[in-house]
C-alpha cells in the first residue's frame, strides 16, 4: 500500500467520522448514513490495498 493511499484512506475515514458526528449532533440521519458509508468505503479501500501489498510478495 501507497503512503499517497494510506493518506487517501485515512482522509476519507476522518471525513465520514466528521459527517457521522455532524449528523448526530444536527438529528440529520442522511448525513449520519453517509458519514458511515464513507467510513465503510476506505475500510474496503484500505482492505484491497492489504489483499494487494500480500501477492506483491
Request: no cysteine.
Amino acid at each position: 500500500m501507497g503512503i499517497g493511499d494510506k493518506i487517501d484512506n485515512m482522509t476519507d475515514d476522518a471525513s465520514g467520522k466528521a459527517k457521522e458526528a455532524t449528523g448526530k449532533a444536527t438529528d440529520d440521519e442522511g448525513l449520519e448514513a453517509e458519514g458511515r458509508a464513507d467510513q465503510s468505503k476506505a475500510d474496503i479501500k484500505q482492505a484491497g490495498e492489504k489483499v494487494k501489498d500480500a501477492f506483491k510478495n
